[in-house]
Nanobody
Framework: QVQLVESGGGLVQAGGSLRLSCSASGGTTNMGWFRQVPGKDREFVAAISWNGGSTYYADSVKGRFTVSRDNAQSTVYLQMNSLKPEDTAVYYC??????????????????????WGQGTLVTVSS
């Protein structure tokens, strides 16, 4: 069973940067990041294919966030630049269902998520 452990959240000023890490046990698969603000649904942020060859981003973060992975370290990263106060949220690392190839996957769909991490809080001050 896949275990996910996120790290790297914290407090940063608007315009600053943070890098989130997600350590994943249990093999290589398509992974992604979602985020949630209290009182709102979890929303998709970014996803990366099992081999790192394909990525997909929400329009709200495109050009500012970069998702990458190091399979040798079993770790997925989310580099967040030019942060805005509206990026404040709990960020969750996810693993998508292993039976779904990248082409069959809807990365933005919570229904395609097999497992969620515990979340890490990112706070961006204005």
């Amino acid at each position: 069973q896949v275990q996910l452990v996120e790290s790297g959240g914290g407090l940063v000023q608007a315009g600053g940067s943070l890098r989130l890490s997600c350590s994943a046990s249990g093999g290589t698969t398509n992974m992604g990041w979602f985020r949630q603000v209290p009182g709102k649904d979890r929303e998709f942020v970014a996803a990366i294919s099992w081999n790192g060859g394909s990525t997909y981003y929400a329009d709200s973060v495109k050009g500012r966030f970069t998702v990458s992975r190091d399979n040798a370290q079993s770790t997925v990263y989310l580099q967040m630049n030019s942060l805005k106060p509206e990026d404040t949220a709990v960020y969750y690392c996810v693993v998508y269902y292993r039976g779904l190839s990248w082409g069959d996957l809807d990365p933005s769909s919570r229904s395609d998520v097999e497992r969620w991490g515990q979340g890490t809080l990112v706070t961006v001050s204005s």
